[in-house]
């Protein structure tokens, strides 16, 4: 059973500055592309990052310049590090990672369960 396990996140004042970790647990996989998304109430999931197997990072417009996704393949664990935080980066942050399984022999979506990031003005 794969599983994304999120750490980090929390409030912060305009200006700061958070790490958030992402580690792939489990047995018998293979990690694609990895990534960060974020959500408010009423609005869909965004895109905030994301980073393939080989390094290449795509990053929204909106976070360009202060957020760096990084991920560390023999750790399996991908990180996003947030500088200069503005109070419309608030929301909750989903890890998400496109990963073959052998139990599957498929390639599927996995999510982890989120971690709220507040920035206050």
């Known amino acids: 059973q794969v599983q994304l396990v999120e750490s980090g996140g929390g409030l912060v004042q305009t200006g700061g500055s958070l790490r958030l970790s992402c580690a792939v647990s489990g047995s018998d996989f293979s990690i694609n592309t990895m990534g960060w998304f974020r959500q408010n109430p009423g609005k869909q999931r965004e895109l905030v990052a994301a980073i393939t197997s080989g390094g290449s990072t795509n990053y929204a417009d909106s976070v360009k310049g202060r957020f760096t996704i990084s991920r560390d393949n023999a750790k399996n664990t991908v990180y996003l590090q947030m500088n200069s935080l503005k109070p419309d980066d608030t929301g909750v942050y989903y890890c998400?990672?496109?990963?073959?399984?052998?139990?599957?022999?498929?390639?599927?979506?996995?999510w982890g369960q989120g971690n709220q990031v507040t920035v206050s003005s």
């Open positions: 998400n990672a496109d990963i073959w399984t052998r139990r599957t022999w498929n390639v599927g979506a996995y």
